[in-house]
């Protein structure tokens, strides 16, 4: 994996002396004692990542934790206080204002929450600006800036004014603008935050259409874990300006590491989380359709089950035996091939947990985890479906 952006002990205070106050909050001035005593405000303590390429890094947390200070690091807008910052291994904290110039026109864009666009200007010549002020020409920014639209769903739409149209259109405006110059690095700090509960669903799907074409490196801020877990694939939980932990939405679920990641993941419904492979397990108790009902007997006995998935030589599943046609099966003589039955669910291992509820609710065989070409990944078992929903 290739690091796209890496973050090297980052701190941002804001106040007149910043450098200064670093030294105290070094030897462990807390947020408020510190601006109780000096009036500084600690915007980010300490904050250290990687992103890669082409991933999904989402920073969460509530309001005030440090988000919207530790992304504008990133295209320096604020210029931290101490630590490293480096984009393609290359340390931008101390660039010139040239060398920054250089750096926003072709490698980051950034999206607001609230789309910052130019409400005089219409949809198209939104989208064109920034190609505009790169001095690209009126013909070839036109042509650009019609496909990125078109992109994000608003063929059509390039002559309306800005005004006059819904949120979420606006900021289908404002990712197209942030896609026109075709950045390696996608900065977006609560884009769907003041859009309605179902146009911030329909934009976040779309977001994730838009990344499994284009595959970006995106940095998406938000406060709410339920965002964070459907779009990152990585999530960086802030509280008071220190990243308190990193991981995929599974690791956070799975094994929280402090007090408050705990509370924080309280609100999320781990079965839109987890998926089938998540929870499988990648069984040895499967038997091959050559090894005949007494294999399947011990297979079962070893591992005090009742039914047995089976599987051809390429292990590719065939059927599932029970316990009971097996003892019959090795009593009067009969192949496997004879005993098995196919009245039990597949499902393929990207699929949540939420859609195997109804499944894991009425069959009283495991679910059988299947790849396209029917081989058999692994198995869950009923109860790792329906514990989750206590
Ligand atoms: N320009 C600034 N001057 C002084 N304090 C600031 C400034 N920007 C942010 N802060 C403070 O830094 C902390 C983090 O703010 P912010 O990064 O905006 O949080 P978030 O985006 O997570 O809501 C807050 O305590 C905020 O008041
Ligand atoms: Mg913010």
């Excluded at 947020?31 to 600690?42: D, V």
């Excluded at 910052?116 to 013909?139: D, M, T």
Aim: aromatic content about 6%; charged content about 25%.
């Amino acid at each position: 994996m290739t690091v796209k952006v890496k973050v090297e002990h980052v701190t941002k205070i804001f106040g007149p002396y910043p450098k200064a106050i670093l030294e105290k909050v070094k030897s462990g001035g807390s947020k408020n004692e510190i601006l109780a005593h000096t009036g500084h405000t600690i915007g980010v303590y300490d904050a250290s990542f990687e992103v890669h390429a082409g991933e999904t890094f989402v920073i969460m947390g509530l309001s005030g934790s440090g988000k919207s200070t530790l992304i504008r690091c990133l295209n320096l807008l604020n210029r931290p206080t101490d630590g490293n910052i480096y984009i393609d291994d290359e340390n931008i904290v101390n660039y010139t204002k040239k060398e920054l110039l250089a750096l926003r026109k072709k490698k980051l864009a950034m999206v607001f929450q609230h789309f910052g666009l130019l409400p005089h200007r219409n949809v198209l010549r939104n989208v064109e600006y920034g190609l505009e002020v790169r001095g690209i020409s009126k013909e070839e920014r036109t042509k650009t800036a019609k496909t990125v639209l078109a992109g994000v769903g608003l063929e059509g739409w390039e002559d309306k004014k800005i005004s006059e149209l819904s949120g979420g259109m606006q900021q289908r405006v404002g990712l197209a603008r942030a896609l026109a110059n075709d950045p390696d690095i996608l900065l977006m700090d609560e884009p769907f935050s003041a859009l309605d509960p179902l146009i911030r669903r329909e934009m976040q799907y779309e977001l994730l259409d838009i990344q499994a074409k284009l595959k970006k490196t995106i940095i998406f801020i938000t406060h709410d874990v339920n965002e964070a877990f459907k779009i990152g694939d990585r999530v960086a939980v802030m509280k008071d300006g220190k990243i308190e932990q990193i991981g995929t939405p599974k690791e956070l679920i799975t094994n929280p590491q402090t007090q408050y990641i705990e509370e924080f993941i309280k609100d999320i419904d781990r079965s839109k989380v987890m998926q089938a492979r998540n929870v499988m397990f990648k069984t040895s108790a499967l038997v091959y359709l050559k090894d005949g009902p007494r294999v399947a007997l011990k297979a079962m006995e070893s591992n005090g089950i009742s039914s047995v998935f089976v599987v051809s030589s390429e292990r590719k599943l065939k059927g599932i035996v029970t316990i009971e046609d097996t003892i019959r099966a090795i009593k009067e003589d009969q192949p496997l091939e004879d005993i098995l039955k196919n009245d039990f669910y597949t499902t393929g291992p990207d699929t949540y947990i939420q859609e195997l509820i109804p499944m894991a609710t009425d069959t009283k065989y495991p679910i059988a985890v299947t790849d396209e070409n029917d081989k058999l990944l692994g198995i869950i078992v009923r109860v790792s479906v329906l514990s989750g929903l206590v």
